[in-house]
């Protein structure tokens, strides 16, 4: 079963616009989640983070609201720009693993 | 300074066969991760070292999946009989510290074919 679920395969979204990317998680266990931007032929690289005891965490264009009560959380890149697109992963650390549990990830197009 | 390594990036072999994949992780870094990630999926966990023990293998799916680290740095997952589902793309991921939430980097894999 998917603990960590990212129901978009994918999304496109106009340059300059407001891009989100949501997740959904079921182990309230969890005590840290993650984003990752994964380009083709390349490890993910990481993006940003919120600890379970906040609610929302910003980095630049990148903000990430956590909603404990309804286990989901969303990334918004604003503005969108070209060199956004890539496939963006949700995880989330703790349930009693060792290892980042991850989604299966939306690919983000942005287009000009 | 370099990134996280792995060896080899592509690996193609016959049902049945052994197969070793490689991962040199950052300098310095104690935790070292193996994931994999099969197509459409999200990299999924296989097991997690703490220098040079497996602090957690619950991730590896069978007995035929094993790994080491006799030094603590340089770590090597080994894969006896292959079968075709095995195919997917190995990742290795390093950190610091096992707490290090944000740190952990990745290599860029390396992919499996089982034919």
């Known amino acids: 079963d998917q603990q960590v679920k990212q129901n978009s395969p994918s999304l496109s979204v106009q340059e300059g616009r407001i891009s989100i990317l949501n997740c959904d998680y079921t182990n309230s266990m969890f005590d840290y989640f993650l984003w990752y931007k994964k380009y083709p032929a390349e490890g993910p690289t990481f993006l940003i983070s919120?600890?379970?005891?906040?609610d929302k965490n910003e980095d630049g264009r990148f903000t990430v609201f956590l909603n404990k009560s309804a286990k989901h959380l969303s990334l918004h890149i604003v503005p969108s720009q070209p060199g956004d697109s890539a496939v963006y992963f949700c995880a989330a650390r703790g349930g009693g693993a060792d290892g980042l549990t991850f989604g299966k990830g939306t690919h983000l197009i942005i287009q000009p | 300074g370099a990134g996280v390594s792995q060896t080899p990036s592509n690996k193609v072999t016959e049902k049945g066969k052994y197969v070793e994949l490689r991962c040199d992780p950052i300098s310095g870094h104690t935790a070292l991760y193996w994931y994999r990630q099969s197509l459409g999926q999200g990299p999924e966990f296989l097991i997690y070292?703490?220098?040079?023990?497996?602090?957690?293998d619950s991730g590896l799916p069978n007995d035929r999946f094993f790994a080491v680290r006799p030094e603590g740095s340089v770590s090597t997952l080994k894969i006896q009989r292959t079968e075709r589902g095995d195919s997917a793309v190995y990742l290795c991921?390093?950190?610091?510290?096992?707490?290090?939430?944000?740190?952990?980097?990745f290599g860029p894999g390396t992919r499996l074919t089982v034919l």
């Open positions: 991921a390093s950190s610091r510290t096992r707490d290090s939430y944000n740190e952990q980097f």
């Open positions: 919120i600890s379970s005891i906040k």
């Open positions: 070292f703490q220098g040079t023990g497996a602090a957690d």
